[in-house]
């Protein structure tokens, strides 16, 4: 029996748990820190829980691999009673051959949503709150990236237009290789909530 990938996300939730409670710990932590002075400054009873739980994380991500086991879960985004469904990959996990083919599949879906229901909204992009972005520059945008998602908050709706390593994108230092444009739509000006 091959485990699915809910199977592997309650597995790696109930070791995570087992770390924070002292039951998993890697007694070789202080090995793995090539800084004997940052080795000795840290608590290496939380780093060994640290360890052991990447560890057990690795093993999870060689087992998606190995049975090809997809990272992929389904999120839904509700905005002004309307909702969609699109796949997203899951944090613990990692992305195998054909997951990112699934991300790319749903762009359309989460666009068409997108336009639907911003209608006679604003856009920023949200590395530059302040400033506007047009209709067209979004545009310009959807051509160069890869797939799409999409998030809501109470009276506004976040774009994220993505592109490069399913693993990568929201990281900074993956960038040009890999990466997301974030879009805020809002009826009047963007809120102080972080994309």
């Known amino acids: 029996m091959i485990y699915t990938t809910q199977q592997l996300i309650k597995i790696l939730d109930q070791e ?9 710990v ?9 800084n004997p ?19 057990f994380r690795r093993q999870i991500h060689k087992y998606q691999i190995q049975h090809r086991v997809s990272g992929l879960i389904w999120r839904t985004c509700t905005y002004q009673g309307q909702s969609i469904s699109y796949p997203e990959l899951h944090n613990q996990l ?13 762009k359309e879906s989460v666009l068409n949503f997108w336009w639907k229901m911003t209608q006679d909204m604003k856009f920023w992009l949200s590395a530059h709150r302040r400033r506007p972005i047009s209709y067209d520059s979004i545009q310009e945008f959807i051509y160069d990236v890869e797939w799409a998602e999409i998030d809501a908050a109470r009276t506004e709706l976040y774009l994220g237009l993505c592109w490069g390593n399913p693993q990568e994108y929201q990281y900074q230092w993956a960038k040009p290789d890999s990466g997301c444009h974030r879009i805020i739509a809002a009826v009047d000006q963007p809120s102080s909530i972080k994309v």
Not at 16 to 24: F, I, P, Q, V, Y
Not at 26 to 34: A, D, G, P, Q
């Open 16 to 24: 995570l748990k087992a770390t924070w409670r002292g039951e998993r």
């Open 26 to 34: 890697v007694l070789s932590s202080h090995e793995r820190i090539n």
């Open 37 to 55: 002075v940052i080795a000795k400054a840290l608590n290496t009873d939380k780093m060994n829980q640290v360890f052991a739980y990447q560890d």
């Open 94 to 106: 990692i992305a195998v051959p054909g997951d990112k083919e699934k991300l790319i599949k749903y």
